[in-house]
């Protein structure tokens, strides 16, 4: 299996493992982070600047689909309802359709990202 798909199919399996408590956590934006920023929003999309420097956390919190692309590449480490974590590689020009989640992050290296949130 080529890098990429497998990357993609990582990153769905981690995904989904927060996907489940999607309903109960917070809008992420409810947290005002310095480091997350609405970019553009309308009806059907939320555009969001993800721009951590290292050791920069939130709290437990929802995203509805999305698609992010990623700017600057770097690790960070997510934390799931159920306690389990991972930390993800991201590297600059990837994108990524990513289903529901319910998770907090932490930055381990400084990372950008643009997530576009699908509103239903």
């Given at each position: 299996?080529?890098?990429?798909?497998?990357?993609?199919?990582?990153?769905?399996?981690?995904v989904m493992i927060?996907?489940?408590?999607g309903?109960?956590?917070?809008?992420?934006?409810l947290q005002?982070?310095p480091?997350?920023?609405?970019?553009?929003?309308?009806?059907?999309?939320?555009?969001?600047?993800?721009?951590?420097?290292?050791?920069?956390?939130?709290?437990?919190?929802?995203?509805?689909?999305?698609?992010?692309?990623v700017l600057?590449?770097?690790?960070?480490?997510?934390t799931f309802?159920?306690?389990?974590?991972?930390?993800?590689?991201?590297?600059?020009?990837?994108?990524?359709?990513?289903?529901?989640?319910?998770?907090?992050?932490?930055?381990?290296?400084?990372?950008?990202s643009i997530?576009?949130?699908?509103?239903?």
């Amino acid at each position: 299996m080529k890098t990429a798909a497998k990357k993609i199919l990582g990153i769905g399996a981690w995904v989904m493992i927060g996907g489940v408590a999607g309903a109960f956590a917070q809008d992420v934006m409810l947290q005002r982070l310095p480091f997350l920023k609405v970019v553009a929003e309308d009806d059907k999309v939320r555009v969001l600047r993800y721009a951590p420097g290292p050791g920069d956390k939130s709290a437990m919190h929802s995203h509805p689909e999305a698609v992010v692309v990623v700017l600057k590449g770097g690790r960070v480490r997510y934390t799931f309802p159920d306690g389990t974590q991972r930390v993800v590689e991201l590297k600059a020009g990837d994108a990524m359709i990513r289903p529901p989640v319910t998770h907090f992050d932490e930055a381990i290296d400084p990372v950008e990202s643009i997530l576009v949130e699908i509103k239903r």
